[in-house]
């Protein structure tokens, strides 16, 4: 819920921005003969892979609800710069109120653009870091704030966090395993 000198817009916009920071500083650290390595993800996917996900699958969303994005990026040439290039797009776009309050009926029941960017978007950036990260040799540096939101939406998602495509069943982590790990479990990544 946004206070009364918060618009939507404003929330979108902030927690675009500080799932954007951190997942443009790993893109930017991944190695050039990193991005066409596996990445955690299931599908066979690469690293490079990973970041034409996040892109596509957000611009696709957006221009359904009639956000224009202009050309897409290209991954192929230069993933980090592709996304640097779409998340300033976005950015813009969810800075405007009108995009963050569109009203639409959404897979969970009506909602806003705006809602749906923040619950299943900027959360998809969070879990898709760590993937980058751990597939390229780079810390994720999630922090607890960060998992708190990665716990919340896969509570919020219920039984459809395990559909087809979006994550795999749970594993068990260890007894002694950290906060990090126990929270990728629950989304297959191990």
């Known amino acids: 819920m946004t206070s009364p000198t918060t618009s939507p817009g404003t929330s979108i916009a902030t927690a675009y921005a500080a799932a954007d920071r951190p997942l443009t500083a790993v893109l930017d650290a991944v190695a050039p003969d990193a991005w066409d390595r596996p990445s955690t993800?299931?599908?066979?996917?690469?690293?490079?892979?990973?970041?034409?996900?996040?892109?596509?699958?957000?611009?696709?969303?957006?221009t359904e609800h009639g956000v224009d994005l202009g050309e897409e990026p290209d991954?192929?040439?230069?993933?980090?710069?592709?996304?640097?290039?779409?998340?300033?797009?976005?950015?813009?776009?969810?800075?405007?109120?009108?995009?963050?309050?569109?009203v639409y009926?959404?897979?969970?029941?009506?909602?806003?653009?705006?809602?749906?960017?923040?619950?299943?978007?900027v959360w998809d950036m969070v879990?898709?870091?760590w993937d980058v990260a751990r597939s390229a040799g780079i810390d994720p540096?999630?922090?607890?704030?960060?998992?708190?939101r990665v716990e919340a939406g896969a509570d919020s998602f219920g039984d459809a966090l395990y559909m087809e495509g979006i994550c795999r069943p749970g594993t068990e982590p260890s007894a002694d395993a950290d906060r990090?790990?126990?929270?990728l479990a629950r989304l297959g990544r191990g």
Do not use: I, K
């Open 41 to 62: 993800c299931e599908g066979c996917w690469t690293v490079r892979d990973v970041v034409r996900h996040l892109v596509q699958t957000q611009r696709e969303f957006l």
């Open 105 to 121: 009926d959404g897979f969970f029941g009506p909602t806003t653009v705006g809602a749906t960017l923040e619950q299943v978007y």
């Open 75 to 102: 991954v192929d040439a230069d993933p980090a710069a592709a996304w640097r290039s779409h998340a300033a797009r976005v950015a813009v776009a969810v800075a405007d109120p009108a995009v963050a309050e569109q």
């Open 180 to 183: 990090t790990t126990r929270v």
């Open 141 to 148: 540096a999630l922090t607890e704030a960060e998992l708190d």
């Open 127 to 129: 879990v898709h870091r």
